[in-house]
């Protein structure tokens, strides 16, 4: 199975970095996922990673250690429409699946 | 038009009902995805579909079921609701080849059992 945590809310400045992490326990890790998901809506994708490393998107960066289960979602220069639950997605190999968990999410609210 | 797409997107039920949700995508992908999604508790899977022919359960599929017609189209049943179901439904679809697929969500059923 699989367990994954991550802060249930963060508030942050308009303009400023926030840094969301994740952390996860799995036997066969496969991948990382992060999504943005905002009220009343679908969640879209907005990174992966599967090595160790920064991958960096515009405003938006994804980092995974693998060997310490880690990783963190950080956005720069903060926008109001940032405002969004982020959640974190942790593949792994199940029974040869490649099935995907999702964490419960952290609710960021940007504020002016 | 929407990649994926969901029907009905609301919906008030009573205990005891049927219901069935449904999914279609033209995203021409073989694989699909149902959740639900509760507060405090983020997205659950019920069941998936990596081809028309296989269907697995997930984390939570007792009290649902599924129907893959074709490839584009995925449905969940209640088959007799509870309210203990009210809960914000996904359908998801992704490509089956490449490992860093991601998921492509539709636009979600809010679903309450009264």
């Known amino acids: 199975g699989q367990n994954i945590d991550q802060p249930t809310e963060m508030t942050a400045t308009e303009g400023a970095i926030v840094q969301i992490n994740c952390t996860y326990q799995?036997?066969?890790?496969?991948?990382l996922f992060w999504y943005q998901q905002h009220a009343g809506e679908a969640p879209t994708f907005l990174s992966y990673n599967v090595l160790d490393g920064l991958e960096e998107k515009g405003r938006f960066s994804s980092f995974l250690s693998r060997s310490k289960g880690y990783s963190y979602l950080l956005l720069k220069e903060l926008q109001m429409k940032d405002s969004a639950s982020y959640l974190c997605?942790?593949?792994?190999?199940?029974?040869?699946?490649?099935?995907?968990?999702f964490g419960t999410g952290t609710k960021l609210q940007v504020i002016p | 038009d929407a990649d994926v797409t969901q029907t009905p997107r609301n919906r008030i039920t009573k205990t005891g009902k049927r219901i069935m949700l449904e999914c279609s995508q033209t995203k021409g992908h073989d694989r699909m995805y149902w959740y639900r999604q509760d507060p405090g508790l983020g997205l659950r899977l019920i069941y998936y579909?990596?081809?028309?022919?296989?269907?697995n359960k997930g984390e939570i599929s007792d009290g649902y079921s599924v129907s893959r017609q074709a490839q584009a189209k995925f449905s969940l049943s209640l088959e007799s609701a509870i309210p203990n179901q009210t809960a914000l439904y996904f359908c998801?679809?992704?490509?089956?080849?490449?490992?860093?697929?991601?998921?492509?969500f539709g636009p979600g059923t809010r679903l309450t059992v009264t």
């Open positions: 799995t036997s066969g890790f496969n991948g």
């Open positions: 997605a942790v593949r792994d190999r199940a029974g040869g699946y490649q099935k995907v968990t």
């Open positions: 998801a679809t992704s490509e089956g080849a490449r490992t860093s697929y991601e998921q492509y």
């Open positions: 579909s990596f081809d028309v022919k296989d269907i």
